[in-house]
């Protein structure tokens, strides 16, 4: 946590809540261990800032560098018990386990986004670091990486979940609020049988009143 002080008065008194601040990529893989010792599970929401500092300023492989280390701290502290690992993604990036079909024009897009906006390809090196280097066997770590579309700002409402997108990212752009994403990596990390249908997986989420209708 970089800010606290942005943080409602609930939280900063609640005994069942810790509060590290600090910039995640200042901590070592030391600390961050001891931060993890005993933990059963690490949702990563993190994302650049949407203005041309962090669009192009460094840290330019914040999420993949994070993600990096969290597994890495994970891995060093050996449990006994896998950690279940919850990384929010994005829509933009395609499941490469998966034949997704993508139209030549979003083809030619994403092409362009990766040459021009290193947030993208940030977001594709993360979850292709869960998907190649942790992998589907490993010895301490389950990991969903959460593909949501447009993210909003809106009450909590139903929301749908699919294995690929069902709508273009890029033409035809669904939306899924910001409370939604959270309620379902909660659901994740908290209801097992959620977890077991979706571990190795990347789920696209939408709110249900945005999906398309024959």
């Not at 008065?9 to 809540?17: A, F, G, P, V």
């Not at 449990?79 to 079909?101: A, I």
């Not at 579309?149 to 033409?171: C, K, M, Q, W």
Request: with cysteine; hydrophobic share 35%; glycine share 6%.
């Amino acid at each position: 946590m970089r800010s606290p002080e942005k943080l409602p008065e609930s939280w900063k008194n609640n005994d069942l809540l810790s509060i590290t601040s600090a910039s995640v990529l200042d901590i070592s893989e030391d600390e961050m261990a001891a931060l993890l010792l005993d933990c059963t599970s690490v949702a990563s929401c993190l994302g650049h800032n949407m203005s041309f500092k962090g669009i192009y300023g460094a840290p330019q492989k914040l999420v993949t560098d994070t993600v990096n280390l969290l597994c890495n701290a994970i891995k060093k502290n050996a449990p006994k018990k896998q950690v279940k690992f919850v990384l929010m993604n994005t829509t933009g990036n395609s499941n490469r386990y998966l034949d997704e079909p993508i139209s030549s024009g979003q083809k030619l897009v994403i092409g362009l986004l990766r040459l021009i906006l290193p947030p993208h390809v940030d977001n594709e090196n993360a979850a292709d670091y869960l998907r190649i280097n942790i992998g589907q066997s490993n010895n301490f770590i389950e990991w969903v990486a959460v593909r949501p579309d447009g993210l909003v700002n809106e009450e909590v409402t139903e929301y749908e979940l699919h294995p690929s997108p069902t709508r273009s990212a890029i033409f035809d752009a669904g939306k899924i609020s910001r409370i939604n994403i959270g309620n379902f990596m909660a659901r994740l990390i908290t209801d097992n049988d959620l977890w077991s249908k979706w571990q190795g997986k990347m789920p696209v989420v939408y709110n249900k009143e945005s999906q398309k209708t024959d």
